[in-house]
């Protein structure tokens, strides 16, 4: 195993494409139905190039490229991470047995499954953006976009190589069915529901990006310690690729509050919708909207399915290794979120099947890290408004909450008081058509829209007014 790729075949890959015909002709057959999808399902604005990355080998250093490449030209390939040789399973029954080259007839069903469901989403984001660049704030952020976008369309790729490599006919049938659904499709939609919200502006691109591709960087987190080892190699290299995204979600949402306290901080007023800024309290219902529909991702608080992955070894905990107890939890408790006689509470139950639970609060202590570091910028600048995120129990449509309403402190709700409320907290669509009265585009080297803050750095050390994109 190469950790350099071979840009020489027709999919660029590191994992010896060529010494298997079979599997080669399979995925090379297909190649164009992936690029049939990228052109009518991916970005809409016709572009000459971007500047984008591309990855050309998986070590630690240097292993990205940056050049102008035409999008329908971008190389996308098969990366999987190197191969620890002496590599064994980490929890679960399994624990301590060397990992798996092949997928164990008794696991094929759950495992099949697992990367249908990753799988979906890739595909899913790039759809719901697939409009944005119509509207882009700079040449930069445009930029981020196309390669956020080519990004998911190669882990797109990395979970059709497994379904392809590893699940024989029903493996393929399962990479057609991931380009057939589409996000929001009335038919066909994608499996799970954030994935067919619309992303309608720039302000929701960034929220989405920190908050649901957040989740992504949990789930991948979690199939990152399977003891199916080429599930784990996939994953762990996505990781490395998710890191930009995470920074442009981070960054953009710091750019919009920087660029609104800025506007606030001047004019000396709250108001700053008059003034071509989002207003905090705006910003603040976008985010509760993302950040519950995220939460909705982690599936029910309780699940005996993902007790049995992780018994099985297929799905493990977010930082499986720093945890300190026996990798088994047969023996263990722990309390959930639940509706105790009707009323928000917790409830202990054995430790397996609270998993659900245990990576979701992983996942918004993370998600806090961002609230704090925005709330250090409206505090840096003399402002006393602070963001926040939400109660666990608001707005949610899966798990122990999706049956009450409740409000963003977590003060359970009537009908008619969730009725009367909702529109404070989530946006309506006088924000909605507010902020997307704000999105004109601006496509000028060095330029940026008045709502929103220059980034602090450019891409690869190259400045704010690089030529990024040339459109066509
Ligand atoms: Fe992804
Ligand atoms: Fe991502």
């Not at 809409?44 to 971007?50: G, I, N, Y």
């Not at 250090?376 to 909450?401: C, E, M, Q, S």
Request: hydrophobic share 35%; with cysteine; net charge negative.
């Amino acid at each position: 195993m190469t950790t350099t790729a071979d840009y020489s075949e027709k999919i660029p890959n590191n994992v010896s494409l060529h010494e298997d015909r079979r599997l080669q002709r399979a995925l090379e057959s297909w190649q164009p139905n992936f690029l049939d999808w990228w052109r009518t399902m991916g970005p809409s604005l016709p572009t000459q190039d971007v500047y984008l990355r591309t990855a050309v080998n998986v070590g630690r250093e240097g292993w990205a490229q940056f050049g102008h490449v035409a999008m329908p030209d971008y190389r996308w390939g098969i990366f999987l991470a190197e191969r620890d040789p002496g590599r064994r399973v980490g929890f679960g029954e399994h624990k301590g047995e060397p990992v798996w080259d092949k997928v164990p007839g008794e696991y094929r069903a759950d495992l099949l499954r697992l990367i249908v469901i990753q799988g979906d989403t890739e595909p899913a984001s790039v759809e719901q953006q697939r409009n944005l660049g119509a509207t882009a704030p700079s040449l930069y952020d445009l930029r981020n976009l196309f390669q956020v976008n080519v990004e998911e369309g190669r882990h797109l790729w990395a979970m059709v190589y497994l379904l392809h490599a590893y699940f024989g006919r029903e493996g393929r049938e399962e990479a057609e069915e991931l380009l057939h659904r589409n996000s929001g499709s009335a038919d066909a939609p994608r499996i799970l529901g954030a994935f067919n919200e619309e992303t309608p502006d720039w302000l929701s691109f960034y929220m989405f990006t920190y908050f649901t591709d957040r989740d992504g960087k949990y789930q991948l987190g979690t199939l990152k310690e399977s003891a199916f080892d080429a599930l784990s190699r996939t994953c762990e290299f996505m990781l490395k690729e998710e890191a930009h995204h995470m920074m442009v979600g981070t960054t953009g949402v710091d750019r919009v509050v920087e660029r609104t306290a800025q506007v606030m901080v001047e004019n000396d007023t709250d108001d700053v919708a008059a003034l071509g800024a989002i207003p905090l309290p705006v910003i603040q219902k976008y985010l509760n909207f993302h950040y519950s529909v995220s939460l909705d991702l982690f599936g029910g608080d309780t699940s005996t399915n993902v007790a049995n992955y992780y018994t099985a070894g297929l799905k493990g905990r977010w930082s499986e290794d720093r945890r300190q107890d026996d990798h088994k939890l047969t023996d263990d408790a722990m309390m959930v979120d639940a509706l105790v006689d009707g009323e928000i509470g917790e409830l202990e139950v054995a430790a397996l099947t609270g998993l659900n639970t245990d990576l979701r609060r992983q996942y918004a202590g993370d998600c806090r890290g961002g609230v704090n570091r925005w709330n250090k910028i409206l505090a840096d600048a003399g402002l006393a408004h602070r963001l926040k995120l939400p109660h666990t129990a608001f707005n949610r449509k899966v798990g122990a909450f999706a049956g009450i309403e409740a409000s963003p402190d977590g003060e359970q709700l009537t009908a008619d008081e969730w009725e009367r409320g909702k529109g404070q907290w989530l946006p309506t669509d006088v924000d909605k058509t507010y902020v997307r009265s704000l999105m004109r585009p601006v496509h000028e080297r060095g330029k940026i829209a008045a709502w929103i803050a220059p980034p602090r750095n450019g891409i690869n050390g190259q400045p704010f007014d690089y030529d990024y994109v040339h459109l066509a």
